[in-house]
């Protein structure tokens, strides 16, 4: 291999980290993220280097290739998602403390935590159209024109623009989070009315319309229906409290790029919970037990 072959290699493979981001984004799940940079990177190494040679960015024609997979993927997902038992929640990232525990060179390890990976960022991506959610990402998140966006989706630049729009309305909703200092301040606060089983304390910190969503996928003991309302979650956790089987500890952790807890049995993760603090109180909880959301953090399997 050539010194020019050795700078396009270097070229394509650093661009890993982008295409992770994005993917994961995209899809809300670590795993069908890698699976989608893995199928860009077998689409490029399929062609023949003159081929490659043709391509004027090859860092454009990735991102192109990686969205257009995603969004294949988006589209079948959403099949699989109305057979999944329960609810379904984007799969969590860690942070530092957290993904020490992963390999090197793991995708979460690629992962940059910053707003647009909240929980509550990624749970209203949820609620778009596969052609919106990659419209609205590719623009407004990665900041590609919509001429860019319109060669991904099959669409005019226009046609695209409307999608990023309404898109844009729906991510509107979610309200502006409180300073992080802040939130982890109100978690900590939770996490002893919880261990308290102070149903007075919990109703306090809770918004009087907040909602608590679990994830197991049928793998875990975990609630079926969201409990709405903070006298409702109030009581359900103190029942939960109950519930805890010895041993089981909970620890502050950063979840996706915010402050939430995640539960630890024998040094294994079996729960992790990310929280939508609003002002003083929290507005939603997303609990993720199903253990096939939980290898990055260390959890079974």
């Not at 795993?31 to 077998?42: G, H, I, K, R």
């Not at 102070?198 to 910190?205: N, T």
């Amino acid at each position: 291999m050539g010194s020019g072959d050795d700078m396009r290699l270097s070229e394509i493979m650093s661009e890993r980290r982008r295409l992770i981001n994005l993917a994961y984004r995209l899809l809300g799940s670590v795993a069908e993220a890698e699976d989608a940079v893995q199928e860009t990177y077998a689409r490029w190494y399929a062609m023949t280097p003159e081929q490659q040679d043709a391509i004027e960015s090859p860092r454009a024609w990735l991102v192109k290739v990686a969205g257009r997979v995603c969004l294949d993927l988006l589209g079948s997902a959403r099949a699989r998602r109305e057979r999944y038992v329960g609810d379904w929640l984007p799969e969590p990232v860690p942070g530092p403390a957290a993904s020490s525990m992963v390999g090197v060179g793991d995708p979460v390890d690629r992962i940059t935590l910053d707003e647009s990976v909240s929980m509550a960022f990624l749970v209203v991506l949820e609620s778009m159209t596969p052609a919106e959610r990659v419209s609205f990402v590719l623009h407004d998140v990665f900041r590609y024109s919509f001429a860019e966006v319109a060669e991904v989706v099959g669409r005019t630049p226009a046609a695209c623009r409307q999608l990023a729009f309404s898109a844009r309305r729906r991510v509107g909703e979610v309200r502006a989070a409180t300073p992080a200092a802040r939130q982890a301040a109100v978690v900590r606060e939770f996490q002893k009315a919880w261990e308290a089983k102070d149903i007075g304390a919990l109703v306090g910190l809770l918004d009087p319309e907040a909602t608590a969503t679990a994830d197991s996928g049928g793998l875990a003991i975990a609630f079926t229906e969201p409990f709405v309302g903070a006298e409702e979650i109030a009581h359900a956790w103190v029942e939960i409290a109950d519930r805890i089987p010895e041993g089981m500890v909970f620890v502050e952790r950063v979840v996706n790029g915010r402050p939430g807890l995640v539960a630890e049995q024998d040094g294994v993760v079996v729960t992790v919970l990310a929280f939508d603090v609003v002002g003083e109180r929290v507005a939603r909880i997303w609990v993720i037990r199903n253990p096939e959301k939980l290898r990055a953090w260390g959890g079974p399997g």
